[in-house]
């Protein structure tokens, strides 16, 4: 997960999509719910989504987009849908600069000299600066900082970021993140560190994409772990600091790489589907376990358990490339298939975690409101509160719902998420078995619901708006 | 902390001192008793064990015995007992093999490539190697393995290890660590890496020292962080697999650090010394905030809070050097003083965190077990359960009480201390500031009674026994 897009949300929720007035009801039959129910039962006894998650993140591990990893992912991906018995599986391509880490390391110079725990941000050029370090309370007193008063120095954003439930405070950490490195080159500084956009407590960073704007030159730009953002900020205290950032890292020529697709085939409308999935690469610190092995394993999961039903509409499972450098699988996903809005009868993404489920939103048209409530009774036994109007189209599923897809939202309890977020931790380990289970009897049940639903969920290229990040 | 010391403690329960049958009683007058009981009441109030130990971990930072850093603790320390105002100031040498870590890698070689996080093991040699790798599950597994049949391969060695109270589990640990490098090599391993002697889930290795036995040839050792030793079972169990160790490490010649010394000088009995301390040096991952600048902290604030009431005894607060490398300071202290251990007349050490003290116990004379027990009772009101027979001397006073010296031991909750300890987890943000100040109460409250004690407690070379590892 990459973005942070409550605001995105929200100006949806402003923009009512333009539906017909009169319409047919799009309904669900008592058939349906009735299978659904015992799917959803099933689901909460398989460990089918873990093993798909453990699979990915054992045998390839991280995959940072356009390394040899990001290869095998797509052949591992190809491979599992195979196996799992879905009945096409194809890819897409998507292509985008490649950008690599190499080695990276800092360290506080002088009498207090000690080792700083750092990780380059996604993008970042590599080079070694050495100055003094300016600390800013947040990227608005940065941004207050007047033109070349950080000439020579190295800027380092702290701030706050709380854990909660929404995750919505990564909004914050993301902004410092995506916005700080520019506005202190524009200021003259050489390098830029920052807090790490995370709540944990470790010497593990968070890395994370990073862009410089136009007319901007791009200066080395690191994460420090929480404890040594912390350490840097009492060692500030104390009076004048110098520190070392030294990456080795940068961008090197572009890359072609695939969204994974396996489907299985509708019985009644093959050409309509419904959209689910998660991201194949990750980031290179950690395995890529909650961002995104196990969105990939939850969606995998719920259509292989989905498939013995023999649903009407086509289940597509998306295993989308390269999200966190700049969502360039979502992005070529909606591009390749802008021509069949229509088709893409309802979307969504599993991007933020293995956290349980605690909310459903669909934001669908005004006729399809009563199914997407007949779903939300079915998940409710889960433990998912019906919550219109407060989800948001997850990550890669953005691009296709602003070509005017139907989307609908299923909510990870976030409140850990942001722990290990782009870290080295990110591994198998903090994955909950039983949450697991509830996210693929979640997505197994709001999936095969939607693939039967009589009617449709409003998806219509007439409700295109633009793309939102922040 | 560097040793598991139970099976240690335990012996000296079985060996009971040969103490004379009639001696007079040593006793607490209720004036001191009055006088304690305000200390430790104020110094639950005070936040000077924070503020030493935070000017410790920030100022100087990691500290490895030997590395410049150990020479700025060594400065640091001298200047804090004179800021603080102890009465005398003075070091005593303490030489020893130094040891370097420059840099490590480790990796998954070949169809499952990926890094692994891993920390060369103190008094490794440095060197390179690649090999199929042979888990075992503990280290017995490892020590059942047939002569030579570990040739051309890397031993891995894995087990588990609870989180307890006592900390007891260390024990299965350290001897993974201690003996598994020479057991490796003498079946013919060209390296070994292990389980991290550790009880978190962070991509953070456990480092600590290890040993080679004579005749064996030293092969490069390293620990690998919890998620990569589990990861590296989930791959041995998929088929062969081939890592890489990469260890530029070593010895370096000798090194000649300082015991550092500050003394508040008893009113009555100067000569007779109450001991205190922890340990200086740290490992170098972490800043050495629990292990083990709190114990210098906590010792220092007891010592400095309890000055104005002018002590009969010398408060004597011993900042150890070295003790992580194999107890050299604790070893020099009781070389240098062997000749005085009547004068030692009670020695503990603070060397297992900052987490809650929760048992209190004194290896002493019978005729000052009632002593111990007045101090017991004023300590209890703090959490505190009096445990006669529970304790051990803590890591650098260890040598000493094998001299004869009594001994005390305020033991500290470790529930969380593995998952911290030798890790660069182990920092500041780490400690709890209110268990902190009840740790410096205890010590204030004991350390103060046992100077005011009429009568001693036992120590004579008399009592003197072998000192036990393990």
């Given amino acids: 997960m990459r973005r942070a897009t409550l605001a995105f949300a929200l100006s949806l929720a402003l923009a009512a999509p333009a539906y017909a007035a009169q319409h047919a009801q799009t309904t669900i039959a008592d058939t349906a719910i009735a299978r659904a129910t015992a799917l959803r039962d099933e689901a909460l006894q398989s460990d089918l989504g873990w093993k798909i998650t453990e699979s990915l993140t054992t045998e390839v591990g991280p995959r940072l987009a356009g390394s040899e990893a990001d290869a095998r992912a797509v052949e591992w991906a190809k491979a599992k ?13 998507v292509t985008f600069p490649k950008w690599e880490r190499r080695s990276e390391s800092g360290a506080v110079l002088g009498e207090h000299a000690q080792k700083l725990y750092l990780a380059a941000l996604g993008g970042s050029p590599g080079g070694t600066v050495e100055g003094e370090v300016v600390r800013f309370d947040g990227l608005k007193a940065l941004m207050d900082a007047p033109a070349d008063s950080l000439k020579g120095k190295i800027a380092f954003v702290d701030f706050t970021m709380e854990a909660k439930r929404s995750g919505e405070d990564y909004g914050i950490g993301s902004r410092v993140r995506f916005m700080g490195p520019s506005e202190a080159g524009k200021r003259g500084a050489i390098g830029y560190v920052m807090r790490s956009a995370g709540t944990d407590s470790h010497r593990v960073p968070h890395t994370g994409g990073t862009m410089f704007m136009p007319g901007v030159n791009p200066i080395p730009s690191a994460a420090l772990s929480i404890p040594d953002a912390e350490q840097l900020t009492r060692l500030t205290a104390l009076g004048p600091t110098k520190i070392r950032v030294a990456l080795d890292c940068g961008f090197d020529g572009t890359y072609t790489s695939q969204n994974v697709i396996g489907e299985i085939t509708g019985t009644k409308k093959p050409k309509d589907v419904i959209v689910i999935g998660g991201h194949l690469d990750s980031w290179d610190l950690g395995t890529g376990a909650i961002d995104d092995g196990v969105g990939v394993g939850i969606s995998m999961a719920a259509a292989a358990l989905i498939k013995p039903l023999k649903p009407a509409r086509t289940i597509r499972v998306v295993a989308f490339a390269n999200e966190e450098a700049g969502l360039y699988g979502g992005r070529a996903y909606a591009e390749a298939h802008k021509g069949e809005v229509k088709q893409n009868v309802l979307v969504s993404e599993s991007d933020l975690g293995a956290g349980h489920i605690y909310g459903f939103d669909a934001h669908v048209a005004d006729y399809a409101k009563g199914a997407a409530s007949k779903i939300a009774a079915v998940l409710a036994p889960l433990g998912i509160e019906y919550q219109p109007g407060k989800g948001e189209p997850e990550s890669d599923v953005g691009p296709i719902a602003a070509k005017g897809a139907a989307w609908a939202w299923l909510g990870h309890d976030a409140t850990q998420y942001f722990d290990l977020h782009h870290t080295a931790d990110d591994t198998m380990d903090k994955i909950d078995p039983k949450d697991l ?24 290229p007439a409700n295109a708006h633009e793309e939102h990040e922040f």
């Fill in 81 to 93: 849908f195979k196996q799992l018995g879905f009945d096409k599986v194809y890819t897409e391509p």
């Fill in 437 to 460: 289970q509830q996210n693929v009897a979640a997505y197994a049940t709001y999936t095969y619901l939607a693939a039967e639903a009589q009617g449709d969920f409003g998806s219509d």
